[in-house]
């Protein structure tokens, strides 16, 4: 079987309605307004007490299946690709998603990913695609609160402040005649896996009355050093070294990039060669994780960027440290590469 007969053959977003705008941020951090410009933060959307993961991820995927124009019932896998904090503690959020759409027909499994969980989730579809014949459509689906997670007060983790709340959801079918998945690459950086996390509410440290509350509910960064110095150089090399490896080494025509600040933005466009037009920043939108990559397609879709032809780079990458690119070719079957 060949890769290249699988494609994205619809996609969909929740976003919430309230936006928090950068003098809302400051007030709450503490920071100037130029330093949040200098952290990309123009913007985040913030969730309503109903938009919680899952539902954020069902109202996407009823996106994604009618643009799709598939049937529920016509979804053989349903995978959780949003993030590892959702509605419960120790819930199956695919499910969840399962049941709420009407997936009847399928399967449901959790995918966590830190950040790349989406584009993840687009090589783990094509892989059980290739490797079973059974499977033909596959519904990955998630939502993101981790803002929730971050304490705007915490000076170490002030590059984690863009995170915002949404919904994204994709499907791919086998033998679908456009928007060819033409190949998906993981990468992770093991030296770095304890350095950013939530310290309260697992086994090593549950909650409990005398640290609800506290710093311990938030992320927390072991060495802010080591972190700080590795996101301002290694993390844009290790993103832009991703994009190339997905697309074997071909500058994309568009790349769906993650958010980041404008000094990282800036390295990754110039290894690339690409210019600003070619992949959209995301100051007004905030940072959604894994979901961030299909709000950059859909900026691409809005400005023309992206045509028929074109080579796209979806780069994700997290915290772990973790990085995962897809590349596809939009348009109808045949075109471009």
């Not at 009618?66 to 016509?74: Q, Y």
């Not at 490797?131 to 705007?152: E, H, Y």
């Not at 844009?236 to 993650?258: H, M, N, V």
């Amino acid at each position: 079987q060949d890769i290249t007969s699988i494609g994205l053959r619809g996609f969909g977003l929740y976003l919430p309605s309230e936006i928090s705008g950068a003098p809302e941020i400051a007030e709450v951090s503490g920071l100037s307004l130029e330093q949040l410009e200098e952290l990309g933060i123009r913007g985040r959307h913030q969730p309503a007490p109903e938009d919680q993961p899952v539902p954020m991820a069902a109202r996407a995927a009823e996106q994604a299946l009618e643009d799709a124009g598939l049937a529920p019932e016509e979804i053989d896998v349903v995978v959780w690709t949003g993030e590892e904090y959702k509605d419960y503690i120790a819930q199956t959020a695919s499910i969840r998603l399962q049941e709420e759409l009407g997936c009847r027909e399928a399967f449901a499994y959790d995918l966590v990913g830190q950040g790349t969980t989406l584009v993840l989730g687009l090589r783990i579809a094509r892989d059980m695609m290739l490797g079973d014949d059974t499977i033909n459509t596959v519904l990955l689906a998630g939502g993101t609160r981790n803002l929730d997670l971050v304490d705007p007060a915490n000076e170490d983790t002030r590059f984690l402040l863009a995170y915002s709340a949404s919904g994204a959801a994709a499907v791919l079918q086998r033998g679908f005649g456009a928007n060819r998945l033409l190949a998906a690459t993981v990468s992770t950086e093991p030296g770095l896996a304890d350095e950013v996390y939530v310290p309260g509410g697992g086994t090593e440290m549950p909650f409990a009355r005398d640290n609800l509350d506290s710093p311990l509910m938030y992320f927390n960064v072991a060495h802010p050093e080591v972190v700080q110095a590795y996101l301002a150089e290694r993390f844009p090399q290790r993103l832009a070294q991703e994009a190339l490896r997905c697309t074997g080494g071909a500058s994309p025509d568009f790349l769906a990039l993650r958010h980041l600040p404008p000094a990282s933005r800036a390295q990754v466009l110039e290894q690339l060669g690409l210019d600003q037009e070619q992949s959209p920043a995301l100051y007004e939108w905030g940072h959604h994780g894994a979901n961030d990559v299909l709000i950059s397609l859909q900026e691409g879709l809005n400005s023309g960027a992206v045509r028929d032809g074109s080579l796209l780079a979806l780069v994700s990458g997290g915290i772990g440290f973790t990085y995962a690119a897809a590349a596809l070719q939009w348009g109808p079957s045949g075109l471009g590469v």
